[in-house]
C-alpha cells in the first residue's frame, strides 16, 4: 500500500500554496485556508469545503466555512469528531 507522511504532505502544501493571505484579503485567506486544510492527496482529517467556499455568496460566508472546516478538523485530530 501507498504511504504518505503526512508532515511531509502538509510541508509540500505550504511551499505550494506559499506565504498565507493578509486579513485584508478575505477572500483570498479563504481560498488559501481550504486548500490547506483540503489538500490533495486528501489526509481525510477536515471535512472536504472547497466546493462550499466556492459557492459562498461573499468573504464573511467563505470565511465562516473555513472557520467551521478548522474546527471540525481539530475536533477529528482530537477524538471528537468522525
Known amino acids: 500500500?501507498?504511504?504518505i507522511d503526512?508532515?511531509?504532505?502538509?510541508r509540500g502544501?505550504?511551499?505550494d500554496l506559499g506565504d498565507m493571505p493578509t486579513s485584508s484579503s478575505p477572500t483570498?485567506?479563504?481560498l488559501w485556508?481550504?486548500?490547506l486544510i483540503?489538500?490533495?492527496p486528501s489526509m481525510g482529517v477536515s471535512p472536504e469545503i472547497r466546493g462550499?467556499?466556492?459557492e459562498a455568496p461573499d468573504?464573511?460566508?467563505r470565511l465562516a466555512i473555513l472557520e467551521w472546516g478548522i474546527r471540525r478538523s481539530l475536533d477529528n485530530l482530537e477524538g471528537r469528531g468522525l
Not at 6 to 10: E, F, I, N, S, T
Open 28 to 30: 483570498d485567506l479563504a
Open 59 to 61: 468573504a464573511k460566508s
Open 52 to 54: 462550499r467556499i466556492l
Open 1 to 3: 500500500s501507498l504511504h
Open 6 to 10: 503526512p508532515a511531509a504532505l502538509l
Open 38 to 40: 483540503n489538500p490533495l
Open 33 to 35: 485556508g481550504a486548500a
Open 13 to 15: 502544501v505550504r511551499f
